[in-house]
């Protein structure tokens, strides 16, 4: 049977005191103790395979050290999981690890699990969305300090962070407009989101701002946003003699679409067609050939914000209230080029 290493073991092995171990292993407290004390206080500790009870020196602050993550999808969706990546990071950054539950768009579920997240004893919780989107908090939220992440509420007094939809549009567009071209097109999403409405503002912004003006035949909304959806509408956009030079995708799913719709069309990619997308799904965006230019949405440094600002809130009460969008970074590969001649 393995005893368990206890700080009292640390400290007889190290020839110190418990308190300068306790001071030597806590973040807070380590500028008591000189750094080589600190550094042979947790040598012993690594070596002894000593882990210090987070939950005791929670309790001693009426904290478990514990913030909860609640997510509809992401946690089963690969690309969307950075979030919860980047919310992990944040809190060990600060001496706090992350419960995550998921519940699969089940709302009872979701509620069963926040109550057991509370049973936990948690300190705060992020409530996460797959997507962008406008969301109503549980009411069994209310007693719980909360940062929304990937959505937004009506309730100015809640923290939310979501990726800036208009300037990601902007992005892809000033890439194309700066490879030249001028008809520029934009297959949208059918689903009346922020992030349907916020890259058609971006997409007609970004043109104006460079006297441009898109043809309306050139702007079609398609019948589902993805690959089959994508092709769908790109297989007709595209067979008419004054079709765009450049696409504009709303996803990189809809852009695989357009992929294979120019290919059955016989045009290439990027010399008789260039396209853009969004996501950075790298399944799709690195597969293909060449690969597809992208604007990344920012999941890791979302999920990163969001427990930030959590950890913010509940070691100063009074941190106001942020609600943030995030810029989206341009992922360039080789779908881009000048417009055909």
């Not at 914000?305 to 943030?324: C, F, G, M, R, S």
């Amino acid at each position: 049977m393995t005893t368990k290493v206890g700080i009292r073991e640390v400290a007889k092995a190290a020839g110190v005191s418990v308190t300068t171990v306790s001071h030597a292993l806590n973040e807070a407290t380590r500028f008591r103790v000189n750094a080589k004390t600190q550094q042979h206080v947790r040598a012993v500790a690594k070596d002894l395979g000593y882990a210090p009870n987070r939950l005791a020196s929670g309790l001693r602050k009426q904290r478990s050290k514990i913030i909860g993550l609640v997510s509809d999808e992401i946690a089963t969706t690969p690309f969307a999981s950075a979030m919860i990546l980047g919310a992990q990071d944040a809190s060990y950054e600060r001496g706090y690890v992350v419960m995550v539950v998921d519940s699969g768009l089940d709302e009872q579920l979701e509620r069963d699990e926040i109550r057991m997240l509370q049973q936990h004893q948690v300190d705060g919780l992020v409530y996460a969305k797959m997507y962008h989107q406008v969301t109503r908090l549980p009411a069994e939220l209310n007693a719980l300090p909360t940062v929304v992440l990937d959505a937004v509420t009506d309730d100015a007094s809640v923290s939310s962070i979501v990726p800036s939809e208009v300037a990601a549009a902007e992005t892809a567009v000033a890439v194309l407009i700066k490879a030249g071209h001028t008809r520029i097109g934009m297959l949208n999403n059918p689903d009346d989101i922020p992030a349907t409405r916020g890259r058609l503002e971006g997409f007609h912004k970004e043109l104006s701002t460079h006297g441009l003006e898109a043809d309306p035949r050139h702007v079609v909304v398609v019948s589902v946003a993805d690959t089959n959806g994508g092709r769908e509408a790109a297989l007709d956009l595209l067979s008419h003699d004054d079709r765009p030079t450049a696409l504009f995708c709303f996803n990189d799913r809809i852009a695989m679409g357009v992929y294979q719709a120019a290919g059955a069309l016989g045009l290439r990619i990027p010399e008789d067609l260039s396209v853009v997308g969004v996501d950075n799904l790298e399944l799709i965006a690195d597969a293909l050939w060449p690969g597809l230019t992208t604007v990344a949405l920012p999941h890791y440094e979302m999920g990163h914000w969001a427990a930030t600002q959590l950890l913010d809130i509940l070691e100063n009460p009074d941190t106001p209230p942020v609600q943030e969008m995030l810029a989206c970074p341009l992922i360039e590969r080789g779908s881009v080029g000048p417009p055909p001649e």
